[in-house]
């Protein structure tokens, strides 16, 4: 038996399961299996890893792409570079289990904006600033793409907040990507505070959220003219990637 699964909380909200579980019927492996861990607690993850033998990987979600780095003896020059892990491949050393660390956030995101980018895409406002958002940066500077970013709390000079956002600022970053859960299921009703009215048809709405398929963030946007894209492509793109790392494809 082979188990794979996420860690995070909460994960009412995930559709990592059905992916690859969908994935190793396909492929005939009946003795695969992805769950949910529901962690309260990073520290929790050890303990959970030990208690089952048979993982050999695991996804990160939010809270933990951060908080997880102290936790692994390995992490890739990306993830490093990055600061957040949502990948660990579990290699076996005797009675140890050896973690290492990856962030295939970036390689999604990167690999779903790319087609979506026209001439006139050249400045993003990249909405908070958690684990997600690290990835969504390290990719927009892959794309030579500057960006500015919004937090709820002033950390920088660099950083803004949501306060400050105003028409001159949208009309100046036709790309808006919200990093945040804000509209996630079953919080629906929730998006980022920003000045929707000032949005045009040349801007292009990125949702990292694809629970539901068009969150309020992305409908505001439509309503507006916008384009818009959900996280869906995103994940599967990171999941095919992070199944490459189990499978030894990619490594440390």
């Not at 559709?15 to 299996?33: C, I, M, P, T, Y």
């Not at 009309?171 to 629906?188: K, S």
Request: with cysteine.
């Amino acid at each position: 038996m082979k188990l794979y699964g996420l860690i995070g909380y909460p994960l009412t909200h995930s559709w990592s399961a059905v992916f690859f579980n969908r994935k190793f019927q396909e492929l005939g492996l009946r003795d695969h299996d992805y769950r949910l861990f529901p962690l309260l607690f990073i520290h929790e993850m050890r303990p959970l890893i030990e208690q089952n033998p048979e993982i050999a990987g695991l996804n990160v979600t939010i809270p933990y792409k951060r908080d997880v780095l102290g936790l692994l003896d390995r992490i890739s020059p990306e993830a490093e570079q990055i600061g957040a892990v949502n990948c660990i491949s579990i290699e076996k050393k005797g009675n140890r289990n050896i973690l290492c660390g990856y962030n295939t956030d970036y390689i999604g995101f990167f690999e779903s904006l790319k087609p979506l980018l026209q001439p006139y895409h050249t400045r993003a406002l990249v909405l908070g600033s958690g684990g997600s958002s690290l990835a969504v940066r390290f990719a927009l500077t892959k794309v030579n793409l500057s960006y500015t970013l919004i937090s709820r709390k002033k950390s920088g000079a660099d950083v803004l907040t949501y306060a400050e956002v105003d028409e001159s600022l949208i009309r100046a970053h036709p790309i808006i990507i919200n990093t945040t859960p804000l509209g996630m299921f079953p919080d629906t009703d929730q998006c980022p505070d920003i000045p929707y009215s000032f949005l045009e048809n040349q801007h292009l709405l990125f949702d990292l959220v694809y629970n539901p398929e068009e969150t309020l963030f992305l409908k505001k946007g439509r309503d507006s003219g916008a384009q818009t894209m959900n996280g869906i492509r995103m994940l599967e793109i990171q999941a095919e990637a992070s199944w490459k790392i189990w499978n030894n494809v990619l490594i440390c």
